[in-house]
């Protein structure tokens, strides 16, 4: 490992990771090729390889049959409503778990923490019957409501927080500056790395999940994204172009966020190696 | 003193949200579901208590004796693989000289950021039977058309394919950070040796990576045991029920078929086999810590 190899071996381990690469990433170059095709040419033996028409056709055609911007937004809303009311509640019990001593935080924490080994599918039932008692299912609230807070982010953050010396906030209460002063004006700016990949582990989770919206949404208007997607192309009827246009449309744009933030989001899930 | 007394206030105060909302929406629920589990209810007409039967009826059934077969299978065929293709890519990405290390480690974890549901759809597109990508692949070998998702036989290896495709990217990072805080100096005692690259990886690599290995293979044991997404949009646990999971089995004895109670039973079971499972994971983290 210390050795640097002969150059054939180099370029042998650069050829196996440029094929991997290509291979583990075909199904998307394979998508948007075919969201540019003519209907026609899917039926092609061999395969074309290459895209046949430079239009968005597939797009116009995929839009006309579901409401692609109404379910990017439904669930843009949703994940962005989420995501703001964790980074608050969130912030708000790490600092209380962190700074504050009274009889029974241990147990708190515990108790916060043990949420995390109850698996989402197993308590559908019940959270749906309360979703039902609340009146919000088929809401965009039942998709929000229940995940407004969650232990993993407190979890997070409270890591982040106890290593933040306590001497910074001393100067400040000395000052006689209140406590949520100070975790607004001292502890957050201080945190704003793990702020961000709390933030976009909660918002990337909301994005792609779909057994609870599956479940809790039937009104087509209001449903989100993947349960959109996955139901417009379970239609044996529909061509493959269009699904295929569908599916870019829905996957190319969380890609390209991802070049931007893939730093702060393995770096997140190396330092936890908790969620994926 | 006055300071004190407040400050215990404000402390409760900022925990109040968020333990009510866990409380609320996930302690309660899995006490219900507990509930429910000894009863019979279908949400139109009352409920009624029928004790243990849903369990008995449960375990004496040959679909969820079917349902948790289909999902070990599922299991035992992705976590091994995505795990030691994961270490291989990761052995690989950790040489010192390595050029282009973040668009290699972004592009193997696009997978892994992708909605399934969306990944699922383009699976399902590659699977096709008559004009898929991978049956004209397969075909430049000579193999004749795959039903893939038609066919019993196949659909649940095209399934732990795309379950495989989906978590090799996560272990790698896993592993690659274990790989980093192996200390250099063990390697470059055994260079002095003249020890091999084999001898180095069996000696040095694979004993101190045990921690994250475990780690690893428990946690994705967990994951793939909790396959639905593809499923739901792939196969629906068809054809003739060879890929319905154990999910998918709670899923449709709930929502489809309106029998709470029963669907309440297999979500009891599930939790103690997944809370078994989680309980070892937080076992072999502390462990892994202890290393790191």
């Not at chain 1, 809401?139 to 927080?161: H, K």
């Not at chain 1, 994005?207 to 993947?226: F, G, R």
């Not at chain 1, 569908?246 to 190696?273: L, N, S």
Request: aromatic residues 16%; glycine residues 6%; proline residues 5%.
């Amino acid at each position: 490992m210390t050795k640097k190899p002969k150059l054939p071996i180099r370029i042998l381990v650069y050829c196996i990771l440029s094929i991997i690469l290509v291979m583990i990433n075909l199904p998307f170059i394979w998508m948007l090729v075919t969201s540019f095709k003519e209907e026609s040419d899917v039926f092609a033996w061999p395969p074309k390889f290459y895209p046949t028409i430079f239009s968005f056709d597939n797009f116009r055609g995929a839009f006309s049959l579901i409401p692609m911007g109404r379910l990017l937004l439904n669930t843009l809303f949703v994940s962005l409503a989420v995501t703001i009311s964790q980074l608050v509640f969130n912030s708000l019990a790490a600092y209380g778990l962190s700074r504050f001593k009274f009889r029974g935080r241990d147990f708190i924490f515990y108790l916060l923490i043990g949420t995390l080994m109850v698996p989402g599918e197993v308590i559908i039932i019940p959270l749906y019957i309360i979703m039902r008692n609340m009146g919000l299912l088929n809401s965009y609230g039942s998709l929000i409501v229940p995940f407004m807070t969650s232990a993993f982010g407190v979890f997070l953050l409270r890591q982040f927080f106890m290593g933040i010396p306590k001497e910074l906030e001393d100067a400040a209460l000395i000052d006689g500056a209140g406590r949520l002063k100070i975790l607004w004006k001292i502890i957050l700016p201080l945190s704003k790395p793990a702020l961000f990949t709390s933030a976009l582990f909660t918002f990337l989770g909301r994005w792609n999940a779909y057994l609870w919206p599956l479940v809790a949404i039937n009104d087509a208007n209001k449903q989100v994204i993947q349960v959109g997607l996955s139901q417009f192309s379970g239609d044996w009827m529909t061509q493959w172009t269009w699904k295929m246009a569908a599916t870019t449309t829905a996957v190319v744009p969380i890609i390209i966020f991802f070049f931007f933030v893939q730093k702060q989001y393995v770096e997140g899930i190396r330092g936890i190696g908790i969620k994926g | 003193m006055k300071r004190k007394a407040k400050d215990v206030l404000i402390g409760w105060l900022t925990i109040v949200p968020a333990l009510s909302t866990q409380i609320m929406f996930i302690y309660i629920p899995l006490i219900w579901a507990f509930y429910i589990s000894f009863f019979k209810w279908n949400m139109i007409r009352p409920k009624r208590f029928v004790g243990w039967a849903n369990y008995e009826k449960m375990l004496t059934n040959p679909d969820f004796w079917h349902s948790l077969w289909v999902t070990v299978v599922y299991v035992l065929g992705t976590v091994p693989v995505a795990i030691i293709i994961g270490l291989m890519l990761a052995l690989l990405m950790n040489m010192d000289w390595l050029k282009g290390k973040g668009i290699f480690r972004t592009g193997f974890y696009i997978p892994v950021i992708t909605a399934m549901a969306a990944a699922a759809v383009i699976w399902t597109w590659l699977f096709q039977a008559d004009y898929g990508l991978i049956n004209w692949f397969l075909s430049l070998f000579g193999i004749k058309n795959i039903g893939w998702l038609n066919d019993p036989d196949y659909a649940l290896t095209a399934l732990i394919i795309v379950g495989i495709w989906k978590r090799v990217g996560y272990n790698m990072v896993i592993f690659l950070a274990g790989l980093q805080v192996i200390p250099k100096v063990l390697y470059e005692a055994a260079d002095i040796d003249g020890a091999s690259n084999w001898a180095k990886f069996k000696n040095i690599t694979w004993p101190l990576l045990t921690p994250t290995t475990l780690f690893v293979t428990v946690l994705q044991i967990i994951a793939s045991f909790r396959v639905f997404v593809s499923v739901d949009v792939m196969t629906k646990g068809g054809p003739l029920d060879s890929t319905r999971v154990i999910t998918y089995y709670l899923y449709e004895s709930a929502f489809e078929n309106m029998k709470f109670g029963y669907a309440s039973a297999i979500a009891v079971f599930m939790f103690a086999l997944l809370m078994t499972l989680t309980l070892i994971q937080f076992r072999v983290s502390k462990r892994r810590t202890f290393y790191a």
